[in-house]
């Protein structure tokens, strides 16, 4: 499904689905995705090294090395919220033979 990081296939090598499934900003979900997995992951990092620190809670360390770790989160996350928003949008709205090409005959 994707040709490297960044950037995504336009069909499924396998099936011929098309990965964009119609809408213009299709993956405008995928964003916000990625956007709540990385807070979330953040938020749980934060409160495992409170609790795990505590009462010598690093905040030195915390300061720098948490916006880091946020800043990096939605490009690590990136290619698996986009794989992530397409199997929901596949939940929701199953599959059609229309969406679907013969990958054999390409």
Known sequence: MLEHWFRMRTRCG???L???RGERDY???SMMFNLVVSELLFAGAFIATLVIAWPNVPWDTLQWAAPLAMAAAPFVLFPFSKLAWLGFDILLRPVTPDELVDSRKS
């Open 27 to 29: 993956f405008i979900g």
């Open 18 to 20: 098309a990965i964009e």
């Open 14 to 16: 396998a099936c011929g």
